[in-house]
């Protein structure tokens, strides 16, 4: 079995700042790509970032500037640091892994349950 579970959401002005963390636990061999998605009310998921296995990273061009994703593989987690945050990043935040699971062959795609982040004066 394999858990991702994220941290950090909440409730910050505009302009502010905020970090995201999501761990990774359980029978885990190896990750590959680790990445955000956010889905506003209303709207589909969206892509925010990702990164490799290794420092490789790629950004929505709404976030590109403001948002900077990083891992910690000693930790199997997963961050995204948001500055100058705007109303319209207001979503709900969704941390996905690709993992391969220890005694198999195969990577699958993992989701968190999402935590919240409001940016509202």
């Known amino acids: 079995q394999v858990q991702l579970v994220e941290s950090g959401g909440g409730l910050v002005q505009p302009g502010g700042s905020l970090r995201v963390s999501c761990a990774a636990s359980g029978s885990i061999f190896s990750i590959n790509a680790m990445g955000w998605y956010r889905q506003a009310p209303g709207k589909q998921r969206e892509l925010v970032a990702t990164i490799g296995s290794g420092t490789r990273t790629k950004y929505a061009d709404s976030v590109k500037g403001r948002f900077t994703i990083s891992r910690d593989n000693a930790k199997n987690t997963v961050y995204l640091q948001m500055n100058s945050l705007k109303p319209e990043d207001t979503a709900v935040y969704y941390c996905?892994?690709?993992?391969?699971?220890?005694?198999?062959?195969?990577?699958?795609?993992?989701w968190g349950q999402g935590t919240q982040v409001t940016v509202s004066s």
């Open positions: 996905n892994a690709n993992i391969q699971r220890r005694g198999t062959f195969m990577s699958y795609d993992y």
